[in-house]
């Protein structure tokens, strides 16, 4: 009986040493605090809250617009992806602020009883919040939310050279529904989601600092 209690007494005093050292080994407390990164994302979701100002309307969300009017004549759009610089910096295992800036393109063609070609560029800048819901030591799956403002600068060009540029500032959303990480110092991330990022978004991103 005194042999029982001295082992377990001796066990209770090994317990607190030994939970020390899983947590020191555990991946959830191995993670990087810092995060840069660049992304490139297809399909963005860019235009929403404006209406152009040109004489036809365009299909502001769609990626590729084209209209045939006949005799030669037809509107197209098109939408280059967005491409984004990003810092993240991570509280813990799970939750990290950061902040993102994006750039897109639209080029738009008229070619009706005279030619006009518009180039509008897209400058998004927003923070954003990632929630990690599973972490191992070279995988990660994770959410997250952007909010913040995209700068609009529509360049209008005309065949007599007149050229006129318009810029306004809007409010601009991200939702990454679902991102998956995959490394440990450098990792490839893939998302899918829906905003100005695109709804598909890959890239690269160094992690360090402890």
């Not at 365009?58 to 084209?66: A, I, N, P, V």
């Not at 491409?83 to 070619?111: D, P, Q, V």
């Not at 400058?123 to 939310?145: I, N």
């Amino acid at each position: 009986m005194k042999k029982t209690g001295f082992y377990f007494l001796f066990l209770l005093f090994l317990f607190p040493f030994r939970m020390t050292a899983q947590e020191n080994a555990s991946p959830l407390k191995d993670f990087s605090k810092h995060e840069i990164g660049i992304s490139a994302g297809a399909f963005p979701v860019i235009g929403i809250f404006y209406k152009y100002s040109w004489p036809v309307d365009f299909d502001l969300l769609g990626h590729y617009y084209y209209q045939d009017r006949g005799d030669g004549r037809y509107l197209k759009s098109y939408l280059i992806g967005a491409f984004s610089f990003e810092y993240k910096y991570n509280f813990n295992h799970r939750h990290a602020l950061g902040i993102t800036a994006s750039w897109a393109c639209r080029k738009r063609e008229l070619h009706l009883s005279k030619i006009q070609i518009g180039t509008d560029h897209y400058f998004v800048l927003q923070a954003g919040y990632r929630f990690t819901y599973k972490r191992f030591e070279k995988l990660s799956l994770y959410s997250a939310l952007y909010a913040g403002a995209t700068f609009y600068l529509e360049d209008k060009e005309l065949i007599d050279d007149d050229q006129k540029s318009n810029f306004w500032v809007i409010p601009s959303l991200h939702i990454a529904l679902f991102g998956i990480s995959v490394g440990k110092k450098n990792a490839a991330n893939f998302e899918v989601g829906f905003g100005t990022q695109g709804l598909i978004k890959v890239g690269y991103c160094y992690k360090f600092g402890k």
